[in-house]
């Protein structure tokens, strides 16, 4: 059965820090990892799909990580700002129906 | 294509009461999923549907809710004598390829 950490809860930063985010997964045979954003309230925007094949996938500021051997991916925000504030969750596929299994997320906060 | 609409946004329930929750994928993608999700965890799968075709359901699904997806167009899910512990977001995504497009969610509170 397919289990996803993340690490940390929570992370507070002032603005225009780098920061990276983690996510482990127990079950390597993952077909991709996607990341998310989640703002209070609302549902989930689909941030970055990396594929099994890939190692990185990036967007504007944002680049995420995939090693299938040691079962983690990461998140690098550049340059962060205040809209940047929200959790962040990542999620592999399992199952026959290949759903997703999500982390408890990480929730950030970027300072003005 | 305006992504995944889901409705209502919002639904507050006597317990005991019955709701019913909509929601309308991606046109093109056959698949849809439910998810759960409380507060300060991540969205837990609920069940799957493939076309019009309910093709996997989680132990969380118990046998009050139930989902239909008929002609694999929209989908509806509906909870029978609601109990407190099923407030919560409902979420749905569809895909048609690698990873989920979500909804924005139904929240519940059930009083």
């Known amino acids: 059965k397919q289990e996803v950490t993340q690490i940390p809860a929570a992370l507070s930063v002032p603005e225009g820090e780098n920061l990276v985010l983690n996510c482990s997964f127990t079950?390597?045979?993952?077909?991709?990892l996607q990341w998310f954003r989640q703002d209070p309230g609302k549902g989930l925007t689909s941030l970055l799909l990396i594929q099994s094949s890939q190692r990185e996938q990036t967007s504007g500021r944002l680049n995420a990580s995939l090693d299938k051997s040691s079962g983690r991916s990461t998140l690098y925000i550049a340059a962060s700002q205040p809209g940047d504030s929200a959790t962040y969750l990542c999620?592999?596929?399992?199952?026959?129906?290949?759903?997703?299994?999500f982390g408890s997320g990480t929730q950030l906060t970027v300072l003005p | 294509d305006t992504g995944v609409s889901q409705n209502p946004r919002h639904k507050i329930t006597k317990r005991g009461q019955n709701v019913t929750f909509r929601c309308d994928p991606i046109s093109e993608h056959n698949r849809l999923y439910w998810y759960r999700q409380t507060l300060g965890q991540g969205p837990e799968f609920l069940t799957y549907?493939?076309?019009?075709?309910?093709?996997?359901k989680s132990r969380l699904l118990s046998d009050r809710f139930s989902a239909e997806r008929p002609k694999g167009s929209f989908s509806t899910l509906e909870i029978q004598r609601t109990e407190q512990g099923d407030s919560a977001m409902y979420l749905c995504?569809?895909?048609?390829?690698?990873?989920?497009?979500f909804g924005s969610g139904t929240r519940l509170t059930v009083v």
């Open positions: 995504a569809s895909s048609l390829g690698p990873g989920h497009t």
């Open positions: 079950d390597s045979a993952i077909y991709n």
């Open positions: 549907f493939q076309n019009e075709a309910q093709l996997e």
């Open positions: 999620a592999a596929p399992s199952g026959s129906a290949r759903q997703l299994t």
